[in-house]
């Protein structure tokens, strides 16, 4: 994605170069709504203008990304900001990493302002001489500050308002402190001074990436020899649910096949945990792309799959411009359902028994939220191929169940949202699908 702050410099020089900035801007306001993918087309729209403020938004497609306001006229006398005491620079090789609000709540520092000015000298011209290229400078570093600093690796950068102020002092870096933090929110407000601006920052600390139950863990709730004698191939395998599944089904005895589409490492650190309490052969790993051609790729394999357990899955909270978009819909069925049915139809030929397959489906189909509606659709186009792979003898058994919110990357939202405990809810539908043998069928 853009970075927000370089859409908003971007953004306050176009504006200065159509001389919509000779007023003299006293205090800048923007608010971050939605995300600038790489490769979009940007509108930059005037909103309002009159001889006191200039109302703009960035555009992409339909939906506004960014709110700007500017103010003319003269400093006002801004009130001080306690900073900190000594001006010893923050240095930001990596990302901080915060994970709790009250770690964030006792954050302060200065933050270096020449190496911004000499990374983004020339850049925007138009700003730097509408505002002064000190203070084209001071904005680029609370890009740095939210996203290096505080919150840092795991930050949503919300908004800021300055105001442009003549400072004797600390003309080249910008002080912070932590003003106010929300935890229903996991909001963290900041004071910002120096550098020609003044004002506060706002911005939204993530949930890290969410882990699930170690095999250490799953090992107290499953028999070591229940799901002896299966081989188990679970796509989408490297993270999330397929990784818990996976530690389930090893920790009862059972072979393991991990699938990967891009997540190598996190996949190899699976199968190092699970062979390191197991054998060192219960589990191994393959790069499968569901949306790729399933024969060449599953032909590595070299072993009948008794079990397929399919998570593959990708991003399914989408930015729209409408409530329905048809290019979404083509993208879920390709991996939910085209994807689902190649994968047991190569199993199938390959193998010499029948195949039970478990296919996750989502409460969300009884809800139906309008922001997903083409995800719900897939899903309930996956349902109904599943229900007709059961009637159509196929070789394939397939056990459907629709999964609760359960705590994964994808539903780890800023806000505080219900889930269920996953291997509370995944443990009896495993059990389920082990059960289940060619003899069924």
């Known amino acids: 994605m853009v970075h927000g702050i370089h859409a908003v410099l971007w953004a306050l020089d176009k504006l200065a170069e159509n001389g919509m900035m000779t007023g003299g801007v006293r205090g800048v306001k923007v608010q971050f709504i939605k995300f600038i993918y790489v490769a979009s087309t940007v509108m930059l729209n005037l909103r309002h203008r009159d001889e006191k403020s200039i109302r703009a938004e960035l555009v992409v497609g339909g939906l506004t990304t960014t709110i700007l306001t500017l103010t003319f006229g003269t400093s006002k006398q801004a009130r001080e900001i306690a900073l900190p005491g000594v001006l010893e620079r923050v240095v930001e090789r990596e990302p901080a990493i915060l994970i709790d609000l009250k770690e964030a709540a006792a954050q302060s520092g200065w933050i270096d302002v020449d190496r911004a000015r000499t990374r983004s000298e020339g850049q925007f011209p138009h700003a730097d001489s509408a505002i002064g290229a000190r203070r084209v400078a001071a904005i680029a570093v609370l890009s740095t500050l939210t996203g290096m600093v505080c919150p840092g690796m795991y930050s949503l950068f919300g908004a800021f308002a300055i105001d442009l102020v003549e400072d004797s002092n600390h003309k080249d870096a910008v002080g912070f402190n932590v003003s106010e933090t929300d935890e229903r929110f ?3 407000r900041m004071n910002v001074s120096g550098a020609g601006v003044r004002g506060s920052v706002q911005a939204f600390l993530r949930w890290p990436p969410i882990g699930q139950a170690s095999f250490a863990e799953v090992s107290k709730v499953v ?3 229940e799901f002896a004698g299966s081989t188990a191939l679970i796509v989408g395998g490297s993270r999330g649910l397929g990784a818990l599944t996976a530690k389930v089904v090893a920790a009862g005895g059972a072979k393991v096949i991990v699938t990967y589409a891009t997540g190598r490492k996190d996949a190899e650190k699976l199968a190092e945990e699970i062979c ?5 052969d ?10 790729r051609d399933a024969a060449s790729q599953l032909k590595p394999l070299e072993t009948e799959v008794s079990h397929l357990y399919y998570f593959a899955t990708t991003s399914i909270f989408r930015q729209k411009d409408g409530f329905f978009v048809s290019s979404l819909l083509d993208e879920f069925i390709q991996i939910y359902v085209k994807g689902f049915y190649d994968c047991c139809r190569v199993l199938n030929k390959n193998g010499s028994q029948a195949l039970i397959a478990y296919y996750p489906s989502t409460v969300a189909i009884d809800n139906n939220p309008l922001s997903i509606i083409e995800y719900t659709m897939a899903k309930m186009a996956g349902e109904i191929l599943c229900a007709n792979m059961n009637r159509a003898n196929t070789r394939t058994r397939v056990v459907v169940s629709r999964l609760p919110r359960l705590m994964t990357d994808q539903t780890a939202t800023v806000a505080p949202a219900t889930t269920a405990e996953p291997l509370d809810a995944l443990l009896p539908v495993i059990r389920q699908v ?3 043998g060619s003899a069924v069928l």
Not at 276 to 280: E, F, S
Not at 282 to 291: L, P, S
């Open 186 to 188: 996991r909001m963290i």
């Open 223 to 225: 028999a070591p020899a």
């Open 276 to 280: 390191g309490h197991t054998a060192h």
């Open 282 to 291: 219960a589990c191994r790993v393959i790069q499968y792309d569901v949306r």
């Open 434 to 436: 082990q059960s289940l």
